[in-house]
Structure formats: structure tokens, C-alpha cells
């Protein structure tokens, strides 16, 4: 038999038990109360995102229809990204002041302006372009645009500000643009500014001025030249000497020039010249220096080619030439600065007919050659065609203190220079080499057939007649019109025949009607006589300084075709 006191413990236990089940069915049916609120919670939270979503389709919709065209636009000055708060309301300050803006610039004036929730204050910056909708809010950014003039960086004031040179050769204080980082800003760089926001939009650039200008010493000589055996002394007199033996020069108180001027009549040789110096120059400190690295180079810059639309680009442009000089004539290498067509770009101040450039341009030229900065090393040669149109500044002692005329070549010069083209390696005619005994004599005989054409005492020499304003008449020869360039067109038209008689099955090589042929088509094939410039030069080196009346063709006999100086 059991005890009962076993009976009366289970009936505690069951008690219990009972108890615990009643506590879990109550949080059973309190789970599922709770689950039935939010199950109704969730389907009112769907319904209000599927509203909010159809909210934000239509927003779309109306935000993108106010991104259609016409819109105004409008550069931004200044971005505030600020949120008002109960100090700020307390002050009297009103949301203008504090709430998020752009101050841009639009028609000419500074406008405070709202942002469209398209674009996000964060990724606008000053300098930005914004399109404007009707409502003068911005909606849509443009991102940076860098144009205007061309400046130079003087002082960086702050991350907003920086002091500039303008063209003019004022200085003020602009904005920085969002674009330019002030941190890797520094005196001298050049920028973009837009005068109308006052602002620096953007970098130029170093321009490959530098690289395309500068050059390894050209492969041309003194040997290479024909027919100015007399300038190339003056010029090796004027620059080697001083490059070669400075010591002497300095014992006798003498600077090196700074400067040549190489002018006359177009086609003689002056870029050869000056090409023939820069190689020169690089021979004579090899040869000084054995066993080092030293070189010469030569900066070829032409007048035209440099001239910038943009103001000021063109004085850069020069102060980059100059430093890129001394910085090679620095390490003991001699570098020539040669300006060809020197009156485009340093004519007589005051001559512009639509803008003064040179106004500034020849001011900074005269600075770089007169600059505290040393110009060892380096000599500036100048080539002109117009010596008459260079500032006379420029040409004053102390700068292109030495001017070289280079002539029209008389007979000898052309004979010289005939031959230089007529060189050894040219095929000669069988009947030229069968008449004359040898190729090298009868390339020889090519070039006397060419001097009788063009100096000798016939007819056929007879080019052109002037009349003077004195009444009197001049005639002048083929020969006295010739220049280095001329000669060249000569061989070459030569050659052209000569390859076309070939062709058409006639014995290989130059002959002596494809000279007569060649110098014919020079001279008399031209439409027009010489121009009056051209016909004056001539005269004047035959010290005939009269003014000219009237010009014809020799061969047509007289004046009866007058043609009017």
C-alpha cells in the first residue's frame, strides 16, 4: 500500500503543472494578439509605401518636366550648405541668411537662389555651371567651364581668393573656382579668368612651346651655304669669338652681343645661317670639352606660329623660351634663340591697325634680353625680311646690336650655289659627258650654261625694264633677281624634265636644255613682273635710290604695256 503523504506531493505537483500551463496558454494568446497587430500594422505600412512610392513617381515626373528646355544659366559664386536652428531664430535671423543657397551669377547680376532635391549641395562647388527653371531654382549641374583671358598667379590669399596679373598690367583679386586646387597653386602659373565673375576658372597648361621650339643642334654647316662667305665671317667674328674666348673679352672690358639681326631680300639664307651658327657653336664645345656630355641646341621659333589669340598667351609663350634657353645654356651648352619673320612679332609699337599686341610683346622680349637673369650662353638671332617694320628698341645696342645684310647673290654666290645643288652624285647626260670629257666636267659645264642664262650679255638675260621718276630707264637681268631659294627651283625643275625625258625612254641624266628649260620657265612663265618692293631692293644695291614710275617686261621692248609702280 502507498503512503498517503506520496499522494498529497503529486497533487502539488499537479497543481503547479496546471498553474504553468494556464500562465503559457495566457502568452499564447497574447502572442497571437500581438501577432495580429502587427500582421495589421504590416499591411497599413505596405499600403503607405505603395502610396509614398506612387508620391515619389509623380515628384519625379514634376521635377523632370521643370528640366526641360528654355532654361536659364547661371554660374555659382558660392555654395552654403547651412541648417537654421533655435539660436539662429532667436537672432532674427531669417532662412535666407542660414537655409541651404547658392549665390550664382545670372544676367549681369549676384542672385541668391534655392536647389531643385536633384542635386545635392555636397556636389557643387564655385565655378560650376547650373541650369535655372522658371522659378529661378537650380536643377541640373553643368560641371566646370574653363574660358576666358589668360593670367598670371602673383599671391595666393586663401583657399578662395588669389592676387593675379592681368594682360593689362594691373593686378586684382579674384575668386578661385571649385575646379583649381589653392594647395597646388603657386606665383607664376597661368590660369583662365573670367573677368565678368571675377573668378579663376581653370589651368593652362604649359604649352609645348618649350618642346616644339627646342632642338638638337641641326645638321647643316657653314659648307652647306653658298655665295656668303662674307656674312658668315661677320657672324662667326660676332659669336664664336666671344664663346670661344671669353677670357680675352673680359680683359678688355668687352661683353659678348646679345643679339643679331639677319635681314635682305627673302630666300638668301638666313634661317641656313642661323642654323649654320647653332652647329658651329655645338662642334666648338665638343671639341673644348672631350669626354663630356655637352651639346648645343637651337630654339627655331616662327613669328606667326607664336602670335596667340588669347591676351597675354603670347608673352607666356616668349617668357617660356627664354627660361627653357637658360636653363640648357645653364649646364655650358650654347643655345641659339632664333626668331624667323622677327617683324610679325616685335613690329613698331603703335603700327596695329586692330589691337596693339606688340605693346606688350616687344616690352617683354627687350625684358628677357636686358632681364636681371644672365643670358650666358645663349644669343638671340632675329631674321627679317621688313627690317624697317622692328621697333627700333629692339635693334638698339645692347640687344640685336648687330645687323647683317644678306644679299642677293652676285655671279660667284650663284655659281657657289648652283654647284652645292649640282652636286657629283647627279646623273649627267651621255652627250654632256661625251662633249665635255667627264660627269664632273660636264656638271660643271650645266653650270656655266646656267650663269650665261642668267649673267651673260644676251637677250634672253634681259628680265625686266624700269622707268624712273627722273625720266630715265633702267634694264635688269635675270641674275640680279636670283636668290638661294630661286636657284634651288631652278635644279629642281631641272631634274623634273630630266626625269620625264627619262620615262619617256630619252637618255638618263641632266642635259643642257633642261637647264635653258628651267631658267625660261623661272622668269618668263610668271604672270606678273616683279612687285615694286622686290624691283627697288635690286636697284638700291646697285646705289639707284630713285623712285620708280613704271615696270615692264624687258621682252616686250617698251612702255607701251606700261605697268604702274
Not at 239 to 252: K, M, N, S, T
Not at 304 to 320: A, F, H, S
Not at 487 to 499: E, F, G
Request: cysteine-free.
Amino acid at each position: 500500500m502507498s503512503d498517503p503523504d506520496d499522494r498529497r506531493v503529486s497533487i502539488q505537483d499537479y497543481e503547479r503543472v496546471l498553474r504553468q500551463l494556464n500562465v503559457a496558454t495566457d502568452n499564447r494568446r497574447n502572442l497571437d494578439r500581438q501577432l495580429r497587430m502587427a500582421g495589421e500594422r504590416n499591411q497599413k505600412l505596405v499600403l503607405a509605401l505603395e502610396r509614398t512610392k506612387i508620391e515619389i513617381e509623380n515628384m519625379r515626373l514634376s521635377i523632370a518636366q521643370e528640366v526641360t528646355p528654355p532654361l536659364n544659366s547661371a554660374v555659382i559664386l558660392a555654395v552654403h550648405e547651412g541648417q537654421m536652428t533655435y539660436d539662429d531664430l532667436s537672432s532674427a535671423k531669417t532662412p535666407a541668411e542660414i537655409e541651404p543657397y547658392l549665390d550664382v551669377h545670372l544676367s549681369g547680376r549676384r542672385v541668391r537662389i534655392t536647389a531643385s532635391p536633384l542635386l545635392k549641395l555636397a556636389d557643387l562647388a564655385p565655378g560650376m555651371t547650373v541650369l535655372l527653371n522658371d522659378k529661378n531654382e537650380a536643377v541640373l549641374s553643368l560641371g566646370f567651364e574653363s574660358y576666358g583671358e589668360i593670367v598670371t598667379v602673383r599671391e595666393v590669399l586663401s583657399n578662395d581668393r588669389v592676387v593675379i596679373d592681368l594682360p593689362n598690367q594691373s593686378k586684382t583679386v579674384a575668386r578661385i573656382s571649385g575646379a583649381l586646387d589653392p594647395e597646388h597653386m603657386s606665383i607664376g602659373d597661368t590660369l583662365t579668368y573670367d573677368p565678368k565673375i571675377a573668378m579663376v576658372t581653370g589651368t593652362v597648361p604649359h604649352t609645348d612651346a618649350q618642346e616644339l621650339v627646342l632642338e638638337e643642334v641641326p645638321d647643316i654647316t657653314y659648307a652647306n651655304i653658298g655665295g656668303l662667305s662674307s656674312q658668315i665671317s661677320q657672324i662667326q667674328d660676332a659669336v664664336e669669338l666671344p664663346f670661344l674666348h671669353p677670357e680675352i673679352f673680359r680683359q678688355y672690358n668687352l661683353t659678348p652681343p646679345k643679339g643679331i639681326l639677319l635681314y635682305g631680300p627673302p630666300g638668301n639664307g638666313k634661317t641656313l645661317i642661323a642654323k649654320a651658327v647653332a652647329n658651329s657653336l655645338a662642334a666648338r664645345v665638343e671639341a673644348m670639352y672631350p669626354g663630356q656630355k655637352r651639346t648645343g641646341y637651337f630654339l627655331n621659333i616662327k613669328g606667326p606660329e607664336l602670335l596667340d589669340k588669347y591676351v597675354g598667351e603670347t608673352e607666356r609663350q616668349i617668357r617660356d623660351i627664354f627660361t627653357a634657353a637658360r636653363e640648357k645654356a645653364v649646364e655650358g651648352n650654347p643655345v641659339v634663340v632664333f626668331f624667323d619673320e622677327m617683324e610679325s612679332l616685335f613690329r613698331t609699337r603703335g603700327t596695329g591697325r586692330s589691337s596693339d599686341v606688340e605693346t606688350t610683346i616687344v616690352p617683354q622680349l627687350l625684358a628677357e634680353i636686358d632681364g636681371v637673369e644672365s643670358l650666358d650662353n645663349v644669343i638671340v638671332i632675329g631674321a627679317t625680311n621688313r627690317e624697317d617694320m622692328i621697333d627700333p628698341a629692339v635693334m638698339r645696342p645692347g640687344r640685336l646690336d648687330i645687323k647683317i645684310r644678306i644679299n642677293r647673290p652676285d655671279e660667284e654666290g650663284a655659281r657657289e650655289i648652283f654647284e652645292l645643288y649640282l652636286s657629283d652624285d647627279l646623273p649627267v647626260s651621255p652627250q654632256v659627258i661625251e662633249a665635255e670629257g667627264s660627269a664632273v666636267s660636264g656638271l660643271l659645264a650645266l653650270v656655266d650654261r646656267a650663269m650665261s642664262q642668267l649673267f651673260g650679255q644676251l637677250d634672253i638675260t634681259r628680265y625686266i625694264r624700269v622707268r624712273l621718276t627722273d625720266g630715265s630707264e633702267k634694264v635688269l637681268s635675270r641674275g640680279q633677281f636670283l636668290s638661294g631659294a630661286v636657284i634651288r627651283n631652278i635644279v629642281d625643275a631641272a631634274k623634273k624634265l630630266a626625269i620625264k625625258d627619262q620615262l619617256s625612254g630619252v637618255d638618263a641624266g641632266l642635259n643642257f636644255a633642261h637647264i635653258n628649260e628651267a631658267i625660261r620657265a623661272e622668269f618668263e612663265d610668271q604672270v606678273e613682273t616683279p612687285q615694286t618692293a622686290e624691283v627697288a631692293d635690286v636697284l638700291a644695291t646697285l646705289g639707284i635710290r630713285e623712285g620708280i614710275d613704271a615696270i615692264v617686261p624687258a621682252r616686250e621692248g617698251g612702255f607701251n604695256a606700261e605697268v604702274k609702280a
